[in-house]
DNA sequence: CATGCAGTACGATTCAAGTCGTACTACATA
DNA sequence: TATGTAGTACGACTTGAATCGTACTGCATG
C-alpha cells in the first residue's frame, strides 16, 4: 500500500501462482471449438506462425518479432490475436513483449492429431 | 434406347469409364490445401453436412435433399460447392439429382486424422 | 529527459462469405 | 401438356475478415 500518492490505484497485488505472467484472455479447454480452431487454422500466414512455433520454438514462447514476418505490426497483432481467441496458442505478457506459444496439451487433448497436420503443412509453391 | 427420334442431340455420348456420370469439377489429390479444406469446415453447417455424410452415408452418394437442412435451396448449393471446390466432397449428377460423398480416401492420404475430427464434432450446444 | 522499441488501439478501406428471394432449367409423371 | 421436383444462376444485402496507416502506451537505456 503506497502511503498516500493521491492517484496510484495498486495496479497487480494479486499473489500470482507461478512466476509467469497470467495469460490473457483465451478460451478454456473445454470451450474449444473445432470449427473456430480451423477457422484459425485456415489462412496460410498463421499456419506458418503456428507450424514455425511448433517445429522451432524448443518450448519457448516467441515474441511476434521472433517470426520475421513482413508485414506491418498492426497485422500481426490481428493474426496472433485471432490464433489466441480460437484457443490455438497461449500468449503472455512479458514486460514489453507479448510472446506465444501453442497450447499442444489442450489442442491434442481436444483435437488428436490435428497439430501433425499443421507441421506436416507446406506454404504454397 | 430411342430408335431416331428426331429432335435428341445426344448429350452424353462420351464414353464412361464406369457406369457412374462424370464428377463434377473438383481439386485433384495432389492439389488439395490445407488452408482450404480448413475453411471449408470452419462452418457449422457444412461440418454437420460432412460429419452427416461420414456417419449415416452407408458408402452412398447423397442428394442434398437426403440432409434434411433448414435453409434454402440456393443457400444449400453455396455451401456443397463451397465443400466440393475444397476437395472436401465429390458430387456427380445423377439425373435431377446432384449427390455427394466425401472423399475419404483423398483426405486420408493428405491429411490423415483430419476426416476422425470432423466425425467427432458435436454442434455447439 | 529524449529516443527507441514492442506492441496495442482505432479507424478506413477493400474484399470475400454467408444469407436469401426470385427466376430459371431439366426431367419425371399424372 | 401441365404440374411438381431437384437443383442452379443471378443479384442484393449484410457481416466479417484482412489489410494497413497513424497515433498511442510503457518500458528501457542512452
Not at 65 to 81: A, I, V
Not at 85 to 91: H, K, L, P, S
Not at 93 to 98: A, H, K, N, T, V
Request: proline fraction near 9%.
Amino acid at each position: 500500500m503506497p502511503t498516500t500518492t493521491a492517484h496510484a490505484p495498486a495496479f497487480k497485488v494479486l499473489p500470482e501462482p507461478s512466476d509467469l505472467p497470467e495469460p490473457l484472455a483465451e478460451p478454456a479447454v473445454e470451450e474449444l471449438r473445432l470449427e473456430h480452431v480451423m477457422g484459425a487454422l485456415s489462412d496460410p500466414l498463421r499456419l506458418t506462425i503456428v507450424r514455425k512455433l511448433l517445429l522451432e520454438s524448443e518450448d519457448f514462447d516467441h515474441s511476434c518479432g521472433w517470426f520475421g514476418l513482413d508485414r506491418p505490426k498492426s497485422s500481426l497483432t490481428h493474426h496472433f490475436k485471432a490464433l489466441r481467441e480460437a484457443g490455438v496458442t497461449r500468449q503472455r505478457q512479458y514486460g514489453l513483449e507479448r510472446r506465444s506459444h501453442v497450447r499442444v496439451d489442450d489442442l491434442n487433448a481436444r483435437f488428436p492429431g490435428l497439430l501433425d497436420l499443421v507441421a506436416a503443412w507446406t506454404p504454397q509453391a
